[in-house]
């Protein structure tokens, strides 16, 4: 909507209400070129290697850019999607679905914090187009300073450069919302279920985290470990839980999940299903480390059945969950208020 103007006011739009769906980002290609662009980006954010850059740019620069994108691309090489990256399919998906199922009522977009589509470049598509109010929803179900607040800042920087900044509202972290809870009982059963076999356990793998972040304050541990006790309580079983993808020499939190697929064999446990409940689209992180490497690794340890249970992706199940978690975080934007129009 654009409404009268006075005379010389340059024409804007307004009027308008949106969500931009948020994840972490992934490379373009999976070529290593691609996957090296995605990892300076990504590895320089402050919030993610929290290394002063004097001391962090030269090592990222010098040993990790020369390195590791041939092994990663390897990696994403393995799990790559007739239309993309997993983690960008999924959550492209997840976006058109909500937009379906909401209707006109909101717009629905997405972004990634690195990469494209970005942060800025869509909230300026989401502005001219005349959404003055904009619910930023960044999917990870436990707060983290390395992935939610690190968002935040994005979306800051981008509104610094606005005249007419859009009203913004933030998802918070849903690690312990009912809604979640309840979604991933529901999967988790209908997944156990239809496996040909009767796990002995069930491990939830989260991403990993330097230890320091817990001693400076950081949630992400504790809500990871909360999912995780919710979660069994609500199967009325045991939830293991282990933390995955360490990076680098600093301590990461504990149990590593390689390490716990390597032992639980040895400790009896030789039918297991994982299911990684701090992603909340399949990504390399998931396909390929759990899925594809902790499998062979659980085998290999001397276990005899593995089973991955996906993420919630774009299932209708997932769709359902946001549409009731993001339409309370609406409240008070979508009814009641009659919105202007000029
Ligand atoms: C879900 C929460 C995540 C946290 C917490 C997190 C922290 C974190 N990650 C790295 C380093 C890497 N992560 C990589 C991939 C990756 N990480 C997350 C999520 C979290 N990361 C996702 C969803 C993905 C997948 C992206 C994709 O394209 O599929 C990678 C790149 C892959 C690789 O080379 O292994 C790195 C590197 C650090 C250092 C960190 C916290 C300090
Ligand atoms: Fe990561
Ligand atoms: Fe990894």
């Known amino acids: 909507m654009s409404g009268a103007m006075p005379a010389g006011h340059a024409p804007v739009a307004f009027g308008k209400i949106a969500v931009l769906l948020v994840n972490l980002g992934t490379p373009d290609d999976p070529g290593p070129g691609a996957v090296k662009r995605y990892l300076r980006e990504f590895l320089s954010d402050p919030r993610v290697v929290e290394i002063p850059?004097?001391?962090?740019?030269?090592?990222?620069?010098?040993?990790?850019?020369?390195?590791?994108?041939k092994k990663s691309s390897h990696a994403y090489r393995q799990v790559w999607m007739a239309d993309g990256s997993p983690l960008a399919v999924h959550s492209r998906d997840a976006a058109h679905r909500l937009q379906a199922a909401w209707g006109d009522a909101v717009t629905v977009d997405w972004a990634m914090r690195y990469g494209s589509p970005g942060?800025?470049?869509?909230?300026?598509a989401l502005k001219d187009s005349g959404h003055d109010r904009i619910l930023v929803a960044p999917l990870y179900p436990q707060y983290c300073a390395a992935t939610t607040a690190t968002v935040m800042d994005e979306v800051g920087r981008a509104l610094a450069g606005m005249r007419w900044q859009p009203a913004i509202r933030m998802l918070p972290a849903y690690h312990d919302d009912p809604g979640y809870i309840e979604v991933l009982r529901a999967?988790?059963?209908r997944q156990i279920a239809a496996l040909p076999f009767v796990p002995d356990r069930i491990l939830a793998s989260f991403h990993g985290m330097p230890q320091r972040?817990?001693?400076?304050?950081?949630?992400?541990?504790?809500?990871?470990?909360?999912?995780?006790?919710?979660?069994?309580?609500?199967l009325g079983r045991e939830v293991l839980v282990s933390?995955?993808?360490?990076?680098?020499?600093?301590?990461?939190?504990?149990?590593?999940?390689?390490k716990v697929l390597e032992a639980l064999p040895g400790k009896g446990v030789t039918s297991l299903a994982v299911l990684t409940p701090g992603f909340s689209a399949d990504c390399v992180e998931t396909l390929e480390e759990v899925a594809l490497r902790g499998k062979e690794s659980f085998l290999?340890?001397?276990?005899?059945?593995?089973?991955?249970?996906?993420?919630?992706?774009?299932?209708?199940d997932a769709i359902r969950f946001y549409q009731a978690l993001l339409g309370r975080e609406l409240a008070g934007w979508t009814e009641g208020l009659p919105r202007q129009d000029g």
């Open 213 to 234: 972040t817990l001693e400076l304050g950081d949630p992400y541990h504790c809500q990871c470990l909360k999912t995780a006790r919710l979660l069994g309580e609500a």
């Open 187 to 189: 999967r988790t059963e």
């Open 300 to 316: 290999g340890s001397g276990g005899r059945n593995f089973a991955f249970l996906p993420c919630l992706n774009a299932d209708a």
């Open 243 to 258: 933390f995955q993808s360490r990076f680098g020499r600093a301590k990461w939190l504990e149990p590593a999940t390689d």
């Open 119 to 124: 942060i800025a470049a869509r909230l300026a």
């Open 53 to 69: 850059q004097l001391l962090w740019q030269p090592i990222l620069r010098g040993i990790i850019l020369n390195t590791r994108p």
